[in-house]
């Protein structure tokens, strides 16, 4: 099936210490989006790619970045993560303006 | 601005029992809605969108939703609901801009009692 994929699913790192977080897809759709939900909060995008074009949302940190190397795959750095961004990280797709599908997620505890 | 508010954070219904769950929006123009599901640790997984034509739309697991304009509203609704529905739900708008960035609302967990 068609699928966006995130791994990990789980993922530990101390604090400081970047840490890379990745996301597939295989709908060919072209645009990919970061969503950050903290617990018992609704998902807050970060940043989306418009086929190559990159788009920061106005409040995302600067310790958070992302690269497209191709259709397919998307990640997201977190050059020093710190104990607030602990959270559930969410990759999403869509073609342009149709609807958006979500991966499992990636659970990320900074120790 | 855009926002979504769904002013229910807890709902508990009996298994069987019918469901409606509230979803209101603020949009400048006419909007795209979603309605998504999330277990516990899971990803969202989308029940069914409104993007325009007829305003009852159908989705997966028996869920329905309607659009009114005049309302500015996008409630779901299932006539009877299984234990397996339990979960937190989220109403959505788009699209902003390039894309199809998302608004949420702030969800509403269901729990369904037998």
């Known amino acids: 099936d068609a699928m966006v994929i995130q791994n990990p699913r789980y993922q530990v790192t101390q604090f400081g210490k970047p840490v890379t977080l990745s996301c597939s897809q295989t709908?060919?759709?072209?645009?990919m989006y970061w969503y950050q939900q903290k617990s018992s909060q609704a998902p807050k995008l970060l940043f989306h790619?418009?086929?190559?074009?990159?788009?920061n949302e106005a409040d995302t940190p600067d310790n958070f970045q992302s690269r497209r190397p191709n259709t397919s795959f998307c990640f997201l750095d977190i050059r020093s993560p710190g104990l607030g961004d602990a959270a559930m990280y969410l990759c999403?797709?869509?073609?342009?303006?149709?609807?958006?599908?979500f991966g499992q997620g990636t659970r990320l505890t900074v120790v | 601005a855009q926002s979504v508010t769904q002013p229910d954070i807890h709902i508990t219904v009996s298994e069987g029992a019918s469901l409606e769950l509230r979803c209101n929006y603020s949009?400048?123009?006419?909007?795209?809605l979603f309605w998504y599901v999330q277990s516990p640790g899971q990803g969202l997984q989308l029940l069914l969108k409104?993007?325009?034509?007829?305003?009852l739309v159908q989705g997966i697991k028996g869920f329905e939703a309607e659009f009114k304009r005049s309302q500015s509203s996008f409630n779901l609704r299932k006539p009877s609901v299984h234990w397996s529905d339990a979960a937190e739900y989220f109403c959505?708008?788009?699209?902003?801009?390039?894309?199809?960035?998302?608004?949420f609302g702030a969800g509403t967990i269901l729990r369904v009692k037998s």
């Open positions: 959505a708008v788009g699209p902003m801009e390039y894309g199809n960035k998302l608004v």
């Open positions: 409104y993007f325009s034509g007829d305003t």
């Open positions: 790619y418009y086929d190559k074009d990159f788009n």
């Open positions: 709908l060919n759709h072209n645009v």
């Open positions: 999403a797709t869509s073609r342009d303006q149709g609807a958006t599908f």
């Open positions: 949009y400048g123009a006419t909007p795209y």
